[in-house]
């Protein structure tokens, strides 16, 4: 089966990826992670972009495509450059392989249904691109979980009711109020990246975390449409081969095809 992985951060040799990615028992290079596509059947990837909004400065290989992401470092005095910031949006979106937008709310000290955010959902509207975002739990001490919780969607996606949105992470660990905001809105498709970091043992893994597993499959069951769930990795925090074992375990058998390949294509409009 071939696999798209719907959420990665991309930036080879960055300082800061590079001991994320030797946790997870990778090296933070172009070359590498080329070959770990290759080895796990990896054909396509989302990179979800962050800390610059130039537009020169999103450049990826042929199997990428990119959401223009707007985290807290890229968002640098936002009221004195907020035009620079919606027309680097829309001068992004008008590329092929930007296939959406990224926000980072939590990171970013606002609720997804701001009106600081509306240019940027009118433009994902005009372009008819997704909009990516994350939520749940936040590796940084200073993000807000308040911004970040999934019931915040809620209001954006009745707001914005012809915007696709993509609920980044599930939510996780608030599970099931992401399952109740899914279930409810039809425009949200869960991706299910990042809900575990590092290297470990996946046989230790299902018995250490028995009980959050059961807890994550009952969420998902709950929501049921599996259509509008994506597999992501969120690399380079967690080891891809692993981390595709332990969410084959997790999605049923006969979803498998429409969660780790089909879905991507459909949400992210892909021409792959
Ligand atoms: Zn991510």
Known sequence: MKIIDAHIHYKPEYEPFNLVAENSGHKNT????????????????????????????????????????????????????????????EENLKRDNCVGIKLYPGYCHYYVYDKIYTPFYNLAKKYEKPVAIHTGAVSNPSALLKYSHPLTLDEAAVKFPNVRFVMCHFGNPFLA??????EKNRNITIDISGLIEGNFDVNW????????????????????????????????????????????NIIPKENHQDVFFNNAVDIYNLKI
């Open 30 to 89: 172009a070359e590498h992670l080329k070959a770990e596509f290759e080895k796990n059947n990896i054909c396509h990837a989302i990179v979800m972009g962050n800390i610059t909004a130039d537009v020169k400065d999103h450049n990826y290989p042929d199997n990428m495509s990119y959401c223009i992401g707007f985290d807290s470092k890229c968002f640098v005095d936002l009221e004195k450059n907020y035009d620079y910031f919606v027309y680097m949006a």
């Open 177 to 182: 109020d992401a399952a109740a905001v899914c």
């Open 205 to 248: 893994y299902f018995k250490a975390k028995s009980g959050y597993v059961e807890i994550l499959k009952a969420w998902l069951n709950y929501f049921g449409d599996y259509k509008r769930i994506m597999y992501g990795s969120d690399w380079p925090i967690v080891n891809i081969e692993k981390y595709i074992e332990v969410i084959k």
